[in-house]
């Protein structure tokens, strides 16, 4: 069988960035097949209902287009017309090199911050093309309690700003502002800010994004970022 479009991506984790990409974009396009070794089962469930998500097992592949996101290590078992890399990160500010492989026969920056940084690195151009986004606005309202609510969906880590989180946490304690600030995490650290409250990782937060005053995201190496989007939007 030849298919179309095949999208890969090793492990889909049960949130993160990629994860809302592959979902975003099986609601916006159909003719297309996912391709994972690895898998949350929540999002293999959610992405099932709009495509034809499969596991990977050693399969030879034959399609028109194959895309890659970062790991390429089954691209010798796929026969394509086209190989296409989809970068989704800022190189300049992560720890690792550009992924190269002599099969892509394109590069896709998912934001031109991304295209910038991957031509300055490697001197190839990468196309701009933004990651979809599929939202239906929710029908809710601001919380109006007194408080201050923020919130976030981040991993707590250096590259994702969790020193300037604990600064703003601190800044909001020392003033005395009355806050409420939630914050989706798998596996959180210590506690921070008087105000701070960590909440189990759902599939879909917009209702919850919808409610708060400000959606925060202090991170130093997004190359676009999807909470930030879906709070604009």
């Known amino acids: 069988m030849k298919y179309d479009n095949v999208f890969y991506f090793s492990h889909i984790?049960?949130?993160?960035?990629c994860e809302s990409f592959f979902y975003y974009l099986s609601l916006k396009y159909k003719n297309m097949v996912i391709f994972y070794k690895q898998g949350a089962v929540e999002q293999i469930e959610r992405l099932a209902k709009n495509v034809e998500v499969i596991k990977y097992t050693g399969q030879q592949i034959k399609c028109k287009r194959f895309f890659c996101c970062y790991n390429p290590d089954i691209i010798d078992n796929v026969?394509?017309?086209?190989?296409?890399?989809?970068?989704?990160?800022?190189?300049?500010?992560?720890w690792f090199s550009p992924i190269r492989h002599p099969k892509f026969t394109k590069y896709i920056g998912v934001s031109q911050l991304v295209c910038d940084s991957f031509e300055e690195i490697t001197g190839e151009k990468a196309e701009c093309i933004y990651n979809p986004i599929v939202i239906k606005k929710p029908n809710v309202k601001r919380k109006n309690d007194g408080k201050l609510h923020l919130?976030?969906?981040?991993?707590?880590?250096?590259?994702?700003?969790?020193?300037?989180?604990?600064?703003l946490?601190?800044?909001l304690d020392r003033a005395g502002i009355d806050y409420e600030w939630l914050v989706y995490i798998n596996r959180p650290k210590n506690k921070f800010g008087k105000g701070v409250v960590y909440k189990e990782p759902k599939l879909d937060i917009t209702e919850e994004i919808a409610k708060a005053d400000w959606l925060v995201q202090l991170s130093d190496g997004e190359a676009y970022c999807y909470s930030v989007v879906e709070a604009l939007s």
């Open 169 to 171: 946490a601190d800044l």
């Open 79 to 94: 026969e394509a017309e086209e190989y296409i890399h989809i970068i989704h990160c800022d190189y300049k500010a992560v």
């Open 151 to 167: 919130i976030s969906a981040t991993r707590l880590t250096k590259e994702k700003g969790f020193k300037k989180m604990e600064k």
């Open 13 to 17: 984790n049960s949130i993160g960035g």
